[in-house]
């Protein structure tokens, strides 16, 4: 690759950081960017200073916005009430494209791995806990992945809820062990969501 000027050779390597992306594909999408028309290389420039300068965390659920809250806390046709603790905004993303789910979200930010370093303090917990008001929830459900930190985070909720007058459920079959919810087809989301079980 030594044979490309310095500035396909930065691009190059600037694509490989991307996550899935290898040298190969780097090499092919800045190879296609040189030979694109300028308003499209233009576009695509503007639509990342965008995504850096606009996308913002929601105050009240912890998810991607462009505003103070996203469209689904904002939406007035939501159950408030019921609330559905995520991992990241795409096992959030997977559970919206099942239209299974009518209530709100509680995005945590990652999970508990003591073997990390990721403990309580160090993902969105305290927030939910603050959230988990009997007068204002009625059921939460705790989503997180089938994985040995899902399930430590689902029995910690678990733990720090059972004494409230809250409904705590667990996202049900059709999500296998192991897997993430970013994979997981919109049927068996909704099948997943439909028998959701008590913890």
């Known amino acids: 690759m030594i ?28 190879l296609h960017l040189l030979h694109a028309p300028d308003h499209e290389a233009a576009a695509l420039a503007a639509d990342i200073i965008e995504l850096k300068t606009s996308v913002r965390i929601c105050a009240i659920c912890f998810a991607l916005s462009d505003q103070e809250k996203c469209r689904i806390c904002a ?3 939501r159950d408030k009430g019921l609330i559905c603790v995520v991992e990241n905004p795409t096992d959030m993303a997977a559970i919206e494209k099942s239209k299974a789910f009518l ?9 508990l791995s003591p073997i ?12 939910l806990f603050g959230r988990a008001d009997p007068g204002l929830v009625h ?41 993430d919810l970013q994979y997981v087809d919109p049927l068996t989301m909704q099948k997943a969501m439909e028998k959701r079980y008590g913890c």
């Not at 000027?5 to 780097?26: Q, V």
């Not at 709100?104 to 999970?111: D, I, P, T």
């Open 103 to 111: 209530g709100c979200y509680h995005v945590l930010g990652g999970a």
């Open 75 to 77: 939406d007035p046709s």
């Open 139 to 179: 059921e939460i459900i705790i989503a997180t992945r089938t994985n040995v930190e899902g399930e430590a985070t689902a029995a910690y909720i678990l733990d720090r809820l059972k004494s409230r007058n809250i409904t705590i459920t667990r996202i049900a079959s059709g999500v296998p062990m192991g897997g």
């Open 116 to 127: 990390d370093g990721i403990g309580p303090d160090d993902i969105r917990l305290a927030e």
């Open 3 to 30: 044979h490309y000027p310095d500035a396909i050779l930065r691009l190059i390597t600037s694509f490989s950081t991307l996550p899935g992306i290898g040298r190969k594909t780097a090499e092919r999408l800045a």
